[in-house]
């Protein structure tokens, strides 16, 4: 069964860009959640998304978003690219036990 | 906010040793805490899983205990081996409503199995 993926894994924009990421989620997940995990800082809560819908969103401005595709595979926009927006940010899934949340392996933004 | 605290030192034990790690939470008890496992530049990795009506739950070499009166969970990996070098993350889960759940993780705890 394949995991998570996400691309692209490595991404390089400057301040004030966009930036697009991607996530499918495991074959029979419907949840997808997204993760920031800046250096020396915990992954922190992003947004979730559940058949379609955006459900819920972590403490960030309205320049992060996204949305969710009928296929369940997500998108990640970060609008007005900042410096403290370089992290990690992680993708994960859940099906029918959305309790175990399973990562891809991220993709590193880096804001010059 | 929930906050949750694990040791942010670094801890270097000898293989075959028992390697204990410790998470400390404060506020509400989640519904679940989880452990993950994390290597360098790539996605955590779901270990385990207890309740909070659970004291301990086992897995292979692995043991997650949750005292939810001292608020603390204790992961254990018994007979270490240099392939358990990794950081190792605590999460807890809170029901967002509508089956989600949202994971606060802690900054995890950096493991380094010697021969």
């Known amino acids: 069964e394949a995991g998570v993926t996400q691309s692209p894994t490595h991404l390089i924009k400057t301040r004030g860009q966009q930036a697009t990421l991607r996530c499918s989620p495991i074959?029979?997940?419907?949840?997808v959640y997204w993760y920031q995990q800046a250096l020396g800082l915990g992954l922190q809560f992003l947004l979730w998304?559940?058949?379609?819908?955006?459900?819920n969103r972590g403490n960030f401005p309205p320049r992060f978003s996204g949305r969710q595709f009928p296929n369940y595979s997500s998108e990640l926009n970060v609008n007005a690219l900042e410096l403290e927006d370089s992290a990690l940010y992680l993708c994960?899934?859940?099906?029918?036990?959305?309790?175990?949340?399973?990562f891809g392996p991220g993709t590193r933004l880096t804001v010059t | 906010s929930q906050k949750i605290e694990q040791n942010s030192e670094a801890l270097n034990i000898q293989e075959g040793k028992t390697a204990t790690l410790t998470c400390n939470y404060t506020n509400y008890s989640p519904a679940y805490l989880q452990w993950y496992r994390q290597d360098p530049g790539r996605g955590p990795v779901f270990l385990l899983l207890?309740?909070?009506?659970?004291k301990e739950k086992r897995k292979e070499r692995l043991k997650v205990t949750f005292d939810t009166t001292l608020k603390q969970s204790l992961f254990h990996i018994t007979a270490s081996q240099p392939a358990d070098s990794a950081t190792y993350l605590c999460a807890l889960a809170r029901p967002m409503g509508g089956g989600g759940n949202k994971l606060t993780f802690g900054t995890g705890t950096q493991l380094k199995v010697e021969l």
């Open positions: 207890i309740r909070e009506n659970e």
């Open positions: 994960a899934s859940s099906g029918d036990r959305p309790y175990e949340q399973y």
């Open positions: 998304y559940d058949e379609g819908e955006e459900r």
């Open positions: 074959s029979g997940h419907t949840s």
